[in-house]
């Protein structure tokens, strides 16, 4: 089991940059692929970022891609999701979320995918 706690969300210009955390618990926190999703009022949770349990792979979201960067530090225990240019569409809570497995026919931009999420860390844009 690995239990997740996200923090650095807050209140932001447009323009601007925040970094989030996502803090585990967990003996095999090293062994868990993270995912980085957010949820805006009224909409859908969608896909922000993935990073792979050894940290050599990631994947962006298209609309995310060359804004932010996601990575850990597995000594730690924790992942990051650097935010740069924020924009006022980008407010929304934001999630992290931990997988053991990759299933095969389930993406890893789906929530599906993962079995632990935390309770989610707000950052608002203004414009």
């Known amino acids: ?54 940290g050599g792979s990631t994947l962006y979201a298209d609309s995310m891609k060359g804004r932010f960067t996601i990575s850990r530090d597995n000594a730690k225990n924790t992942v990051y999701l650097q935010m740069n240019s924020l924009k006022p569409e980008d407010t929304a809570v934001y999630y992290c979320a931990a997988t053991l497995r990759v299933v095969a026919g389930i993406p ?18 203004s414009s």
């Open 1 to 54: 089991q690995v239990q997740l706690v996200e923090s650095g969300g807050g209140l932001v210009q447009a323009g601007g940059s925040l970094r989030l955390s996502c803090a585990a618990s967990g003996r095999t926190f090293s062994s868990y692929d993270i995912g980085w999703f957010r949820q805006a009022p009224g909409k859908e949770r969608e896909f922000v970022a993935r990073i792979r349990w050894s």
């Open 108 to 125: 890893p931009t789906n929530t599906n995918a993962y079995e632990h999420w935390g309770q989610g860390t707000q950052v608002t844009v």
